[in-house]
């Protein structure tokens, strides 16, 4: 009944997204611009640690004229890109979460939507969901199509038993990047898991 499910509602996505793509109208070809190589929880499900792709930064000068934006957000300051290794370390390498929470906090980059997610992500492994939970709509506040904060802010919402607000976090990030990226795959198959189970990512 779940596959079931999530076949209907990523075909009925992607039908009003081809439909609505000027690629499809002007019958061009057009970029999903997934997660791929930017993505510091690729794999976050699977037992491998997810490999860290360092934020860059953003802003006016970093937008390239007719490139379309990618999913993930990034700063480029080497002394933020370090401090962040150094805190994502602390959460992939010691499940240190309480201590990375203030190493990401010390950042002063609290509204960029990586930062965000991987604090919310933390205060998640901690149990505090109320916390998470404000720190995934702070991210998806700033960046509506990071695609990590839809994975995990929807395996939020699978662990509270909201299966369909788990749903529409999939089909979020199927809009945004298709059913092949690793964040789709990812929640998909915890979806797939009976009612209960725990969750291991």
Same mark, same amino acid.
């Given at each position: 009944?779940?596959?079931?499910?999530?076949?209907?509602?990523?075909?009925?996505?992607?039908?009003?997204?081809?439909?609505?793509?000027? %690629?499809?109208?002007? !019958?061009?070809?057009? $970029?999903?611009?997934?997660?791929? =190589?930017?993505?510091? #929880? @690729?794999?976050? /499900?699977?037992?491998?640690?997810?490999?860290?792709?360092?934020?860059?930064?953003?802003?006016?000068? %970093?937008?390239?004229? !007719?490139?379309?934006? $990618?999913?993930?957000?990034?700063? =480029?300051?080497?002394? #933020? @890109?370090?401090? /962040?290794?150094?805190?994502?370390?602390?959460?992939?390498?010691?499940?240190?979460?309480?201590?990375?929470?203030?190493?990401?906090?010390?950042?002063?980059?609290?509204?960029?939507?990586?930062?965000?997610?991987?604090?919310?992500?933390? /205060?998640?492994?901690?149990?505090?969901?109320?916390?998470?939970?404000?720190?995934?709509?702070?991210?998806?506040?700033?960046?509506?199509?990071?695609?990590?904060?839809?994975?995990?802010?929807?395996?939020?919402?699978?662990?509270?038993?909201?299966?369909?607000?788990?749903?529409?976090?999939?089909?979020?990030?199927?809009?945004?990047?298709?059913?092949?990226?690793?964040?789709?795959?990812?929640?998909?198959?915890?979806?797939?898991?009976?009612?209960?189970?725990?969750?291991?990512?």
């Amino acid at each position: 009944m779940v596959t079931w499910t999530i076949r209907l509602v990523t075909l009925g996505i992607f039908a009003a997204a081809l439909l609505d793509s000027p %690629a499809f109208s002007a !019958g061009g070809g057009g $970029g999903g611009g997934g997660g791929g =190589g930017s993505d510091p #929880f @690729a794999g976050a /499900y699977s037992d491998q640690k997810p490999q860290p792709t360092y934020p860059k930064r953003s802003g006016p000068k %970093a937008t390239q004229k !007719g490139k379309k934006p $990618g999913n993930q957000s990034s700063i =480029g300051d080497p002394a #933020f @890109a370090a401090g /962040y290794r150094a805190a994502y370390d602390t959460i992939y390498e010691r499940n240190d979460y309480a201590a990375a929470i203030e190493q990401l906090k010390s950042l002063g980059h609290d509204d960029h939507p990586n930062v965000a997610n991987l604090i919310g992500y933390s /205060y998640r492994k901690l149990g505090d969901y109320k916390q998470s939970q404000v720190w995934y709509e702070r991210a998806l506040t700033v960046d509506p199509n990071h695609v990590l904060t839809w994975q995990y802010y929807g395996l939020w919402q699978l662990e509270q038993g909201n299966r369909e607000q788990a749903l529409y976090h999939l089909s979020r990030i199927a809009a945004l990047c298709g059913t092949g990226c690793e964040e789709y795959k990812s929640l998909a198959a915890a979806l797939e898991k009976p009612t209960g189970t725990a969750l291991v990512y």
